[in-house]
């Protein structure tokens, strides 16, 4: 529900969008100009420009979409009537990546105007709109103002399901402080080095941002901006200069930086063709004012055209897992290793079956954003400061030998790997060389009790697997009339039933409270159910009575021993397939 009203434009007011209210109106395209489409025929003229929102980081992504037909595709999926062909129905429908799935969005085709002009973001063609309805539709997920500063991480990722990071172009203090958290190739990795993404410059995503802060240069008024391009150009005086093409979203062309009168330096015929490259909003400058002018970098991961995730490192990365965890008040909301509570956080069980790189990400669910401060938040290594509307998290990963192993001993070692601190974003990610065996993942916030929710993605360029503190088992069977439909205990046939035998460990720490967790699902239709149920035999160790329902659970807490589980109908040949799940604690 979006309706075209204030509630869709405005949250809180507390932006300078507030000013707009009352002058905003709804048109549709047609409405607009004479000829709308989605794209341009001049592809260059569909890249984005930023209206009177204040949603520059959004733009970037945007961008960058338009450099990559497979994931615009995506995101805006091809061959929907547009205006003017029979079939327009007045909408189109967009999908975004959230929390670990691709999530459709139908939108119609109604956009904010003043003046009957668009006031929000646009194409640089004015009778192009792809711009402005993916924002719409990315603004369905609150309203127009709640897209006021954000970060281009989370608009990249939201876009392409990918994994996107922030690096820092500034000084990290000094190399004992960098060691603080036993991890120095994460922290190599937080500083830009353009030499690592050549071989990937093509595919990924590069944008740089400014903070809001006073100051004389141009660049102090610009929030986040993209990097087009970059390449080693030969200078008259020998030697090379490294050139970035930036293009700015508010679609000013102008530098006044040193490059800006750098030219000079190149050959002409290089020169001319290199400005000739430039369209509106763009312009080139050197590595090192790149360096000085801008606060930090945002690396997006490409995607193959096969749905992998491209290294920026090595190669495709085709192993991929991801698990949904939360932090609860008083259960599993542990903090941070500071905490003797730290223990308690979610525990994740990674397995690598062979060395390989890894890349883990840890991404907390977004509460509704506030736009009280509408500057970008900067990168921040204090754990004193509190966010808007996230938890500073963190990711730590221990090597351990075998999943049974005393963990309060295992925590007071250093970890394998670890983020490089607590840090108030959406995501952070660790990335490295893992060899083969188990690997002990905590996923924690900096404050014990703080409550979210996350999910755990996992990609490797080796097989792997990952499973919560709950190992599960899958197994699929089926009653056959006549062979293994033995109905239930009351009938002699009983033991034809599938069977399924495990074990529970005798560790203590596995044995305390539930441990083991089964259910019985039958692939039948709602309207032809059978009833069903499942025994756990020690001999008898616990049963679910038979009833007609989809889904047959329990939860259990059992003694450390050698079980079978029994699954049934009631009456003896009713034939169904099912799926029997089970899940054990694992520490």
Known sequence: DFPCEDSALFSDSSTPLARLRGDIT??????????????????????????????????????????????????????????????????????????????????DDRLPCINSALCFSRCHSPTAFWVALVEKAYALHGSYERLWAGQVSEALVDLTGSLAERWSLGDFGSEEKQQTEQDSDQFRRRRLDLNLLNPVKDDCALSCSTHSTPGLTELDQYHALTVMEWLDVKKVSGGEVRLLRIKNPWGRRYWGGAWGAGWGSVAPDCASELQTRVAEGEFWLDEAEFMSQFDDVTVGYPISEEGYLKSIYTNLLTHSHQLAGRWVNGHSAGGSRNCSSYSSNPKFWLKVCERGEVLVSLLQHQKWRKTEKYAQTPLVDSNTTKHQHYQAIALHLWKVEKKRFNLSRMLNKPPRTSTHCHAYEREVVLHGQLEFGYYLLIPSTYQPGAEARFLIRVFSSSSISLDSEWETSI??????????????????????????????????????????????????ADTDLLPIGFHIYKPVASCVPHCYTLEASLACSLPPGAYTIVPSTYQPDCSANFTLSLARRIQ
């Open 475 to 524: 197994f699929r069977g089926s009653w056959v009339e006549g062979s293994t439909a033995g109905g239930s205990r009351n009938f002699l046939s009983h033991w034809q039933n599938p069977c399924f035998p495990f074990t529970v460990s005798d560790d203590p720490a596995v044995t305390l409270g539930v441990n083991v967790r089964i259910t019985l699902h039958q692939s039948r």
């Open 26 to 107: 709804w048109l549709r395209p047609q409405e607009i100009c004479q000829t709308p489409a989605l794209f341009p025929s001049n592809i260059n003229l569909g890249h984005a420009k930023q209206g009177l929102l204040g949603d520059c980081w959004f733009l970037c992504a945007c961008t960058f979409l338009l450099k990559n037909k497979q994931l615009l595709n995506k995101v805006l999926p091809e061959d929907q009537p547009e205006w003017g062909d029979s079939r327009y129905r007045g909408s189109f429908y967009f999908r975004f990546w959230q929390q670990g799935h691709w999530t459709e969005v139908t939108i």
